[in-house]
């Protein structure tokens, strides 16, 4: 029978009660997940106190210091802006407790690997917040490459775009300013590709890129004439060489007109080819030469592989193959994934992955600033 967890949040925003949200779910869906919701912190003391009262927390402080430090705490949970991610995650390893950071580990490459191997060093559950790791049809796609049945993976196609910031009006904020962020719509919203790609494909060793700023200045407030300077990329396009040989191209926009949550791949292969496309989440796109070999080539497309209880973490949510699942239950996924690695459960979301995605992206930004290709 699982013990109870003690969770710790730091960042009572959207993420962390996403988080609190996708625990609750594991616990009533699973039933040997035992969150128990001990502390919560934010620095806005009412904001705190609401969240506490609202999502069931038993205590509330808005010094983060009292969630790495309370003995009481099993796991702490860094649900907060990209610039304290570092800072926190590392005070909690050196505690001694396990880790729940969202991504970006931090804003360098080089604090990630500090990181990562810290979290080794310390022996503990180490986790980085990369939701779509858990995404089924992801799952599906890496057993397809693993199982060899796509042949040699020759390229990899892929773009993850949203329009959340095409209007100029929306006032400068965080994610605009790289001492904040690191980076703009690539560590924001391509970061989420990287992560997947890792999984699926293996490591990258070098990388090309080119980056647009669309919108140089936003209004520091709403309704402000007085303007911001944008820091950071709202278009990134990069070209990747893999280590086993692959080569891929990758984009991300967050001024992508139309585009609402188009986190899209295409991987191809000597023996077949897998299209994903998230707005369709529980459609995967999938062409075997074979097949069309057999039928003479009058098969000269692709099929729609509908998501089912077959898929791994599918039939937790629904009971049969067609009935759509939707963001919050990868968060449930990815937070009984956790809860079970507490218990000794595998797990390949950690720190290891995250700051290899985060060394991808510091060479990606150091390619954009040196024209010339640069390793990972």
Partial sequence: ????????????????????????????????DMPVFELVSDVSEDAVAKFAKNMGYNRYTTNWMDVVT??????????TP??????????????????????????????????????????????????????PANQYVAELVKSGKLGKIMR?????????????????????????????????????????????????????????????????KAGSTEMGKVENDDLITFLVKYENGAIGDFSSSRVATG???????????????????LERMCEVQVYFKADADKDNGR????RTVLLNPQHKGFKYFQPAGGIAIAFDDMKTLQAHALMQAMHGGEYICN????????????????SVQSGTWEKC
């Avoid at 991610?85 to 390893?93: G, I, Q, S, T, V």
């Avoid at 098969?299 to 692709?302: A, E, R």
Wanted: aromatic fraction near 8%; proline fraction near 3%.
């Fill in 1 to 32: 029978m699982s013990k109870e967890i003690k969770i710790g949040l730091i960042g009572a925003g959207w993420m962390g009660k996403a988080h609190t949200t996708a625990f609750h779910n594991a616990r009533m869906i699973f039933g040997d």
């Fill in 156 to 220: 990899v196609h892929a773009t993850y775009d949203q329009d959340m910031l095409l209007d100029p009006s929306i006032p400068i904020a965080w994610r605009h300013i790289n001492k904040l962020a690191g980076s703009g719509a690539l560590g924001d919203l391509c970061s989420h590709l990287l992560s997947v790609s890792q999984m699926i494909m293996g490591d990258m060793s070098e990388v090309l890129g080119v980056q647009s700023i669309v919108i140089p200045e936003r209004p520091v």
């Fill in 259 to 277: 585009r609402k949550n188009y986190f899209y791949y295409e991987i191809q292969g000597t023996e077949g080819s897998v299209v994903y496309d």
């Fill in 299 to 302: 098969d000269c497309g692709f």
């Fill in 351 to 366: 720190f290891e992955m995250g700051a290899k995605v985060d060394g991808i992206i510091n060479a990606v930004l150091k």
């Fill in 82 to 135: 990209n610039c304290m991610h570092y800072e926190m995650a590392k005070a909690a390893l050196e505690h001694g407790k396990h880790v729940f950071c969202e991504k970006p580990l931090s804003l360098s490459a080089e604090q990630s690997r500090e990181l990562a191997d810290l979290a080794k060093e310390k022996g503990v559950v180490n986790y980085c917040g990369f939701s779509n790791i858990m995404n």
């Fill in 70 to 79: 309370d003995p009481e705490i099993d796991l702490v949970d860094v649900a």
